[in-house]
């Protein structure tokens, strides 16, 4: 009769698996619960007593970290490490042990697996069964039809079922054949081949070791977490805490098990999709799915079960593309699986004894942690949805958007994270309004996730073959897949700092910001935007490549669009050039403006060093809006966009402030100038104008409806962002309250600069001016400075004061020798003048440097500028201000009002 004729199903896309997928959530979900369970398990309840009664004991001491003043009390920190002593040793203790359990007991169970499967069913191997020579020609055949390239050893049970099963190991992968599947090779061979190839496509799809390992782990969690935990619950806890740590161990449970039953679901899934035209209609009529459709509570059951229901595994034979199709059920439990993992991560990472590069603890815990949760999100959202892609490409059929299944991705990670034992035990939730704002905001930056990512496919796809061999196809995945990666791991990671930072404890960040603001007791909707851009500018400035790397790898599925990208760029570089050209008349017009050669060209050069880094913004987020609402391109396109712009305007403000400097003599830029320009126009203003092209585009399409012209959408999307803008400089926060008022002289606010500024000063010998005068004895010194030795001053309305030294000098003589105390840069601060008394407080420097110079010889004495209090006088068109120090010390300044 010949070898009998091949059926196979529908083509399946050369991708990685829905189990795959599924297998990465569950392993993410154990993990997870086993750090924190053995976190519990292995806690120090003597040690734990101890640094609490030793932190009690330090409340007589003043905060470690003033969040009102901004400062960090060096005493009180050391007292306060001394306290916490071991902790960040047991807590990388507790974390490992939780993972080292985990892996041993999981490796246990897959390696014994087998042999209790052999041992247990009595299996016999089917080459040791006499008679049997035409059935194992018969299989040899189905495997070779199968694609199986090494073939399994068969092996017979006694049970009359007519199934069979695929198990094994790396080192061995075996297929049972009950008895009552070999006497159907006679009485029902088309049963028999259907059973026979559903268990080989295991083989072919790769999935016998997903499944192995899934079952180990749904074994190990309870045998290595569970019942520790439990014991420990039972032992060690009060009631009220045995109750809220029980709920949710077992909700733990709960997630772990669905979790590994819904890979042993998807495989099944996965092969009976092998299956084609005869092999298809006789798995169907051995499920037996006649009578009535399942109920609400089947479906609920099927959650349970290890097997999908023989009615869903019909409607998958009927319908294929169902199994290619991005569910959010999928996205779902794979951010709930990461959300779950990330506390724990996050605390072994940041407590790791070496720190990563340039980052402080707390930050490249978060990165890292992102990085490695990140690694599998992006194989969740490009596996499914790349083969979503792949199926309407190849056989039509609605496009897939990528939006639901990003933004459900998020909501599960975020569920998640408030689901972790951390969570349970924190009394420093955000407030409401903060937490829900930031929540919506990570949404939305998964439904973007989600529609880079189908943006890329179907680029890729659009530019490979219609019938491109797997090969290629996997080639621009994997490419895909590690963009991915860096852009999941940069957005994780930010969400898990920020989660960090807008805890409303006293010594959180967003309270350090506010208090910054002038009202350190409530936060406002300025306050969470200042927050956001202080990250930002904080990742430019310590580690660039954490905001380059995802900046360069969303710019991935551009490449595939070659025309619509080199319309973004030429649109950039259109906005670069003449805004680069138009740069150097604002700072001509801003040294025409100030009319007040007394400032000098440093003081000018600083005041547009302090201003050139906004129109850079603007250009950047001008060009990006402009790409999304009137090009209709991509958001990523006007990503593109920004960039060229700041390519081209990085050199402009570099070179603005060297013009301003030629008066005297032009001066290059130093490294820091150099570092801040190219920093800002590369990395935070793309970034700001991304999420300005997210609204424009947002605003655009909601508008692209009810408007027939681009350009009305364009004008009304623009006037979005106005109207946002607008209400997020002026508005306060739900359920703030205003801010005490404070004492502001308006007759300070303006620009004035010195004329006459008198110092007294000790003089101690073992000082670093006593050393380099050579004095023999105490003594004093007095400095002078004048009008063209001086600095200028800007004071604002809303509190806010600008210090800008043109190499400010004040000259004296000390023991024979010529004294000059040199101050060159920027600080800015916060300042409040009534009564006659002055203070500034907040001092936030740029460039600053101090010298003590002695005849030819200079020291370096820059230091933290702290707050200070004095006494002031103002008149229309003169300022006085006096300090007095503890120590003797004091200073006369006088101003002079600028006309500027």
Sequence with gaps: MGEPARHTGPPHPPLPSATLGRFVAAATAVVGTSMFGWQIVLVDAAATRERATCLAGLRGLPPAIDVRAGTVDAGSEAAVNRCLGTLDADVRRQLLTGLAVLLVVTALVYLAAPWVERRLRGLRRLDRVPGTEALRTNLAGLVREAGVRRAPTFLVSRSARVSGNTFGTVAGRYVRLDLGLVHAHR???????????????????????????????????????????????????????????????????????????????????????????????????????????????????????????????????????????????????????????????????????????????????????????????????????????????????????????????????????????????????????????????????????????????????????????????????????????????????????????????????????????GHPDHVTVVTVADTLGWHVRVLADQAPFLLAAPLAAALFPLVATRAASRLAFRLGAVSGIVAAVALPVVVAGVAVAARDPGLGPGALRGLVDGHTLLPVTLVEVTAAVAVVAGRRLSIWHGTLAALTAGVLLAPAVLAAGVL???????????????????????????????????????????????????????????????????????????????????????????????????????????????RLAGVSAATTVDLASGASTGYATAYRTDGTATDLYDLAVAEGTLNGHRVQRVRRGTQTYRWTAGSGRYTQRNVVTTGDLALLRVDGREADVTTVVDDSASTYRCGPAELVIRSDGDDGSWGEETFVRSPA
């Excluded at 189908?454 to 797997?470: I, K």
């Excluded at 006037?719 to 502001?744: E, H, I, K, Q």
């Design 187 to 517: 009485t029902a061979p088309a049963r028999f081949r259907a059973v026979v190839l559903h268990e080989l496509a295991h083989l072919r799809n790769a999935d016998v070791d997903l499944t192995r390992l899934t079952v180990a782990l749904a074994w190990a969690f309870p045998l290595g977490v569970v019942v520790p935990a439990a014991v420990t619950f039972v032992g060690a806890r009060r009631a009220p805490d045995l109750g809220r740590d029980v709920w949710r161990l077992a909700l733990f449970a709960v997630v772990v098990q669905v979790s590994a039953w819904s890979v042993l679901r998807a495989r099944e899934f996965a092969a009976d999709a092998r299956l084609g035209g005869d092999d298809a209609a006789g798995a169907r009529a051995l499920l037996g799915v006649e009578g009535r459709p399942p109920g609400w509570r089947d479906r609920l059951g099927a959650l349970f079960r290890f097997h999908p229901l023989a009615r869903a595994r019909a409607d998958e034979l009927d319908r294929s593309r169902r199994l290619v199709s991005a569910r959010p059920v999928e996205a779902l439990g794979a951010g709930l699986a990461a959300g779950i993992a990330a506390p724990p991560l996050m605390d072994l990472l940041s407590h790791l004894p070496r720190r990563l590069v340039g980052l402080d603890a707390l930050t490249g815990g978060s990165y890292a942690a992102g990085l490695l949760l990140g690694a599998p999100l992006a194989l969740v959202l490009t596996g499914t949805l790349w083969r979503s892609v792949w199926w309407a490409r190849r056989h039509g059929g609605p496009p897939v958007r990528g939006a639901v299944f990003g933004a459900a991705l998020v909501v599960g990670l975020l569920v998640g994270r408030r689901l972790a034992w951390s969570a349970g035990y924190a009394d420093d939730r955000p407030v409401w309004w903060v937490e829900l704002a930031l929540a919506l905001g990570a949404v939305a930056g998964g439904a973007l996730l989600g529609r880079w990512v189908v943006l890329g496919a179907d680029a890729w796809l659009r530019r490979l073959p219609r019938h491109a061999d797997g090969r290629a196809v996997r080639r621009v995945w994997g490419a895909a897949a590690a963009a991915a990666t860096v852009l999941t791991a940069g957005f994780l990671g930010s969400l898990l700092m920020l989660d960090t930072w807008f805890a409303d404890g006293e010594v959180s960040l967003v309270r350090l910001v506010a208090a910054r603001e």
């Design 660 to 770: 301003l400097s030629c008066e005297a003599g032009c001066v290059a830029p130093d490294r820091a100038a150099v570092a801040r320009a190219l920093g800002h126009a590369l990395l935070v203003a793309p970034v700001v104008a991304t999420l300005a092209a997210a609204l424009g585009a947002a605003a655009a399409a909601a508008l692209a409806r009810a408007a027939s012209r681009r350009w009305l959408a364009s004008g009304t999307a623009a006037a979005v962002l106005l109207g946002l803008a607008a209400a997020a400089v002026t508005g306060d926060g739900p359920g703030t309250r205003s801010a005490a008022p404070v004492d502001r002289d308006r007759c300070l606010v303006g620009v004035w600069r010195l004329s006459t500024g008198r110092y007294h000063f000790p003089v101690a010998t073992d000082s670093v001016l006593g």
